[in-house]
């Protein structure tokens, strides 16, 4: 009896340490695979944030590269590309002569704020006359500004492009339009301006209290001045479109101009321009001498 009551004991005490020993294997186990799990995320979060790191270091990569590329092209620009260095020459020439003829003037980075200037400077009733209208962008704004009474708005332009080579980039034929534009407010003039201008004056006598000269080339600009000169007075206001700042200038718009005040020593002062472009604005203080 004895006997049967030990081996008894002895099978509890054998099960009993069988389950502990399952128990601890089992947390053991479930330990183990939560600091595995735990181990491999982190694992892949670190490969997520390497793989991120690699990306920028490859676009940081790229990105040297293209600078690097950009400046040989500087570089190579800087030293040898013909059309930058006539585009700074111009530049410089330009700053010149703001510092020597209106180091005071208003300044302003767009053209149709300058040419707005121009209008906004027109004190005394009369004609205002465009030549060089294109698509019209420019001549509505000045319809727009001088809608009163006391101003006719006319555009004249041959509509079929530049009659000839003005510069690199801007050959005959240049600005040519499919059809004459539609503006509200200004009445057009089409033809050449050596056709068209006589016979205007001789039926529009009035002075002329606004001109914008987008014409261009040396030859249509001559011509506007010295057909339109004597209609200009104290107050009339020019703003010339392409006057400086690009190669050449001297011998367009600004040739002109200089050439119509020698000839007529008319008085004028200038009243502001376009830093980045090309605009003047000039206001005339004495008509011509008749």
């Known amino acids: 009896m004895f006997e049967g009551f030990r081996r008894k004991a002895r099978l509890k005490l054998q099960r009993a340490v069988y389950e502990v020993v399952a128990e601890s294997d089992r947390r053991s186990r479930e330990l183990h695979e939560n600091q595995h799990d735990q181990t491999l995320a982190e694992l892949s979060a670190t490969n997520q944030e390497l793989s991120r790191v690699l990306s920028e270091l490859s676009d940081a990569r790229m990105e040297v590269s293209d600078v690097q590329q950009r400046l040989g092209e500087l570089e190579q620009q800087a030293r040898r590309d013909i059309t930058q260095a006539l585009d700074v020459g111009a530049t410089n020439q330009s700053a010149a002569f703001v510092l020597e003829h209106m180091p005071k003037a208003p300044v302003f980075w767009n053209p149709h704020d300058t040419l707005r200037y121009g209008l906004s400077q027109v004190q005394i009733p009369g004609m205002a006359l465009e030549f060089g209208v294109a698509s019209g962008t420019t ?29 690199t980039g801007f050959p005959a034929g240049e600005f040519a339009q499919e059809k004459m534009p539609q503006v509200r407010g200004a009445q057009l003039v089409p033809g050449l301006f050596e056709d068209t201008l ?77 830093a980045n472009h090309e605009q003047v604005v000039v206001r005339i203080t004495e008509p011509i001498s008749r």
């Open 139 to 167: 001549l509505r704004i000045i319809a727009e500004q001088l809608k009163d009474a006391q101003h006719e708005v006319f555009g004249f332009d041959v509509f079929s492009g530049l009659p000839q080579t003005w510069r």
């Open 198 to 274: 006589a016979d205007f004056l001789d039926t529009h006598p009035d002075p002329v209290s606004f001109v914008h000269l987008d014409a261009d080339l040396y030859s249509s600009t001559k011509t506007v001045l010295d057909r339109i000169g004597l209609r200009l007075v104290a107050g009339t206001v020019i703003v010339f479109d392409e006057f400086f700042n690009y190669p050449g200038w001297q011998e367009h718009e600004y040739r002109a101009w200089k050439e119509f005040v020698d000839r007529t020593e008319i008085g004028f002062e200038y009243l502001g321009y376009t």
